[in-house]
């Protein structure tokens, strides 16, 4: 296994959970192309389950209720425990995943779903109670140039460093993008009857798509790109985008920029900036190329074109340092938890002013801890959304002759 060492390595659960020759049901959540399906195969096979394998793109209620009879036999008449791996889980419905629960809970299987969406959006609390969530990484590159070497010696082609570069480039953490393209750039080398593969077959696997530049100019043209968008230069923006797209570099990596920027770089000056950024990086993984380039170029025109502010950055720089740097982190005792027996007594809650009891459900009193003064952290942006949202909440907080 490549990759994933917070699971696999020395110390990593997984390796435990092989050692106990035991697994538990679990959920694996991350990106396309890092190794889901390897691990829960690896797991199941060095555990000594049997694997039983289904997509929830293409199965249904009864395929589902063929493999939990397939599997009660299997422990029935000799023994054997199954692992019930479900590629995509996040597709099957709700009655689909109800299926699953009385089973996970007795023990009968054991569920390793894999999923690349946010299983507490797409699973059932239900479900989600009875596993456990892992989340897998992207690649690195140094991941991804192990796997592309062995893919080469595998395949009995010679492969230069320029071209395991190209090919580790423009996977973006990806490993079966990568494989994928060596594969596809060993048939058009194999065509010429050569067993190297050069940078141009690598170049025609990728329909042209691949990086001209160097590796220092490419990530200048990624700097150049972040810096129009924050400098507001809409031209610029568009034109190192494109050249960007042009030199191969994935959708996928320019839409998670996109979504840093909105935060970093505008903010509250303008907050819809989030939302189009996000909208922006789903459409990405909808439409794909060629078409998501239109979606890229929507928003890289809006975030340029938004008024900017970088409270946000300055903010949480702040309140790292502020935290980092108290010690015991008191909380004021009128904010402390109230609800358990005996509270009262340790004074926690007391003198706690409801601030929907208030004009305006505002009232002053201490949130910070002792010795963090207010307006120690955020630093109110003067631009757009923001300047408007903190004049109305300055305006607010002065109806009291007690405001700080």
Request: aromatic share 6%; net charge negative.
């Amino acid at each position: 296994m490549v990759g994933q060492e917070h699971l696999v390595g020395p110390d990593g659960s997984f390796r435990q959970f092989l050692e106990a020759q035991q697994l538990t049901s679990m959920i694996l959540w991350g990106p396309a192309g890092t190794g889901k399906t390897t691990l829960a195969r690896i797991l199941a096979s060095s555990a000594g389950y049997v694997t039983e394998t289904l997509s929830a793109v293409s199965s249904g209620v009864k395929d589902v209720r063929e493999a939990i009879e397939r599997a009660r036999q299997r422990l029935g008449e000799r023994g054997e425990r199954t692992v019930l791996f479900i590629d995509e889980v996040h597709r099957f419905n709700k009655s689909q995943q109800d299926l699953l629960l009385p089973v996970t809970e007795s023990g009968e299987i054991v569920l390793i779903g894999a999923t690349t969406e946010n299983p507490f959006f797409e699973l059932n609390a239900a479900l989600m109670s009875r596993t456990s969530l892992w989340r897998l990484l992207p690649l690195t590159n140094e991941n991804l140039t192990t796997l592309v070497q062995r893919g080469s010696v595998l395949r009995s082609v010679t492969i230069e460093d320029e071209v395991t570069s190209a090919l580790v480039g423009s996977a973006d953490g990806d490993a079966r993008s990568a494989l994928t393209t060596l594969d596809t750039a060993i048939i058009l080398a194999r065509a010429d009857h050569r067993q190297e593969v050069t940078l141009e077959d690598v170049r025609r696997a990728r329909d042209g798509r691949l990086f001209h530049q160097s590796q220092d100019s490419h990530y200048d043209q990624i700097s150049a790109f972040i810096k129009s968008i924050r400098g507001s230069d809409p031209d610029a923006a568009l034109f190192w985008l494109v050249a960007l797209l042009e030199s191969g570099e994935t959708p996928r990596f320019l839409a998670r920029r996109l979504v840093i920027a909105a935060s970093e770089d505008i903010g509250l000056a303008d907050p819809t900036a989030l939302l189009t950024a996000e909208a922006c990086a789903r459409a990405v993984e909808f439409v794909g190329l060629p078409e998501c380039r239109l979606t890229l170029a929507h928003a890289t025109l809006a975030l340029a074109l938004a008024p900017k502010s970088n409270s946000v950055t300055t903010g949480l720089a702040a309140a790292v340092e502020a935290v980092r740097g108290s010690g015991a982190l008191e909380v004021p005792p009128h904010l402390r938890d109230a609800h358990y027996a005996g509270a009262k007594t340790l004074g926690a809650g007391t003198h706690y002013l409801y601030p929907h009891d208030f004009s305006k459900h505002w009232v002053a009193q201490q949130y910070l801890p002792d010795g963090i003064a207010p307006g120690a952290i955020y630093a109110p942006g003067s631009e757009g959304r923001e300047a408007q949202t903190v004049l109305s909440w300055r305006q607010t907080r002065a109806q009291d002759s007690g405001a700080s």
